[in-house]
């Protein structure tokens, strides 16, 4: 996994010297890559499929007691 990424941020640096505005044409997500190539030159990589964000999760209070009138 960690060549994997190095390679991932090999491929990042050398695009950075092209001259072509990508746009990327991504594959439908399979497994932890997806391949793409780009629609105006045809250059191909790999994305990651997941995000590296926290997931935020939302916490639910419980219901407060009802009264009882009597």
């Given at each position: 996994?960690?060549?994997?990424?190095?390679?991932?941020?090999?491929?990042?640096?050398?695009?950075?010297?092209?001259?072509?505005?990508?746009?990327?044409m991504i594959?439908?997500?399979?497994?932890?890559?997806?391949?793409?190539?780009?629609?105006?030159?045809?250059?191909?990589?790999?994305?990651?499929?997941?995000?590296?964000?926290?997931?935020?999760?939302?916490?639910?209070?419980?219901?407060?007691?009802?009264?009882?009138?009597?």
């Amino acid at each position: 996994m960690a060549e994997q990424r190095t390679q991932l941020m090999a491929a990042q640096s050398d695009e950075i010297l092209d001259e072509c505005a990508h746009h990327w044409m991504i594959e439908t997500p399979n497994g932890e890559t997806s391949g793409a190539s780009c629609k105006h030159c045809g250059k191909s990589r790999d994305f990651l499929n997941y995000s590296q964000r926290k997931v935020m999760t939302r916490s639910v209070k419980p219901a407060a007691p009802q009264k009882v009138s009597v």
